[in-house]
Structure formats: C-alpha cells, structure tokens
Antibody, heavy 119, light 110 residues
C-alpha cells in the first residue's frame, strides 16, 4: 500500500498561487493501475474533488475549478503537485492527496495539510 | 456537476443498525456510476470503507455493507459501536475521469 505525504506552504496570500506537492512512497507513481488525486475540505465542511492525473501527464479537473487548477507529475521524484491560482479565503481548506484505483475509489490518502489564505 | 445528496446527520444506539442514503439528481441518472464510501473521524483523513458500490476492502469490518438501486446508494452499519461515530461520505465516478462527493453525513452513536 502506498503512503502519501503532502508538503508546501501552510499560508498563502489572497490572489496568489497555492502550490502543494504529494510525495508517494512504498510504490511507484508510474504504475498504470492508478491515477493520483487531490481532494480538499474547507474547515467544518465536506469533501471536494479537485482533480486527477495519470503518470503520463493526462489530467482531469473539477469543472468548478478548472480555470485555476493545474496538476502535474514528476515521475523521477515519485511526486505529483497541485497549483491553484488566484486564491481567495474560500480556498482555505485541508488539502489531501490520494491514490485513485481503477475502480474509481480513493484507496490511500495522505494525512492532509491545512492551507490558509490570508488577506 | 451536482453533489450527491446525503442526510446531514443520523444517529443510533449501540447495537442498532443505521442506513445512510446517497442520492444522485433526478436528471442525468445514467451519469452516476460506481459509488464508494468513506469514513472520516475528526482531524483524520478519510478512509475507504466501500468500493465498487458494495465491496469491502480488506480489513474493513463486515458490519459495513452497501448497495445501490437506481439513483440511490445506501450504506448500512449494523451492530453500531462507539467507534463508528464519524462523518461518512459517498463518492461517485460520473464519467470523463471526474468524481463527485456527497455532502457528508454525521453519525452520532447515542
């Protein structure tokens, strides 16, 4: 079972770009069996799917965030990353990275990282 | 895409059974495909407890079961225990490599 760990700044200024990285250990990110996902959860609220990426680079995004999101992958480092531009206070959330299995379930999750957008 | 609809909260006493529903919109029914369920304790990451509509991952208690009919998926927890108190989320693959979550249900064990 893969282990995932989010990293990046915990505080981002409004209108700037949020950038997080997920490091995968215990397995290769280049496996054809999985996609790699980002999910977020505003404080006290529910989960929101952000997007998925395959190790070859094909990415798919939540339509509500598509204009501001880029997910990328670095197979040499066994990492994938999230970039969310033009952030506002509404983007303050715990951001999770997760592994998406072929049956469309998120079977392994990082511990999550709180990112606060400040004005 | 629209979120899946779950009750905000459910409750039950130890030993009882509860069911949490997860409903897709009345239109576009065919877009709501395979469903998974997640358990989330406060301050923790979600944990997969059901995949492919009704299958339990290895290590998940058989007190958790699920089904799907038409536009509604359901999660049943039997023999409630204090440790089951958590938030529960359904999630569906909706095609075009996209996912949608339900709003979440808070389970209180009385």
């Amino acid at each position: 079972q893969s282990q995932l760990q989010e990293s990046g700044p915990g505080l981002v200024k409004s209108s700037e770009t949020l950038s997080l990285t997920c490091t995968v250990s215990g397995g290769s990110i280049s496996s054809s069996a999985y996609y790699w996902s980002w999910v977020r959860q505003p404080p006290g609220k529910g989960l929101e799917w952000i997007g998925n990426i395959f190790y070859r680079g094909s990415a798919f995004y939540n339509p509500s965030l598509r204009s501001r999101v880029i997910i990328s992958v670095d197979t040499s480092k066994n990492q994938f990353s999230l970039s969310l531009s033009s952030v506002t206070a509404a983007d303050t959330s715990v951001y999770y990275c997760a592994r998406l299995a072929g049956s469309w379930d998120l079977d392994s999750w990082g511990q999550g990282m709180l990112v606060t957008v400040s004005s | 895409q629209s979120a899946l609809t779950q009750p905000a909260s459910v409750s039950g006493s130890p030993g009882q059974s509860i069911t949490i529903s997860c409903t897709g919109p009345s239109s576009g029914v065919g877009n709501y495909k395979v469903v998974s369920w997640y358990q989330q304790h406060p301050g923790k990451a979600p944990k997969l407890i059901i995949h492919e509509d009704s299958r339990r991952p290895s290590g998940v208690s058989n007190r958790f079961s699920a089904s799907k009919s038409g536009t509604t998926a359901s999660l049943t927890i039997s023999g409630l225990q204090a440790e089951d108190e958590a938030d529960y989320y359904c999630c569906s693959y909706v095609g075009s490599n996209t996912l949608v979550f339900g709003g979440g249900t808070k389970l209180t064990v009385l």
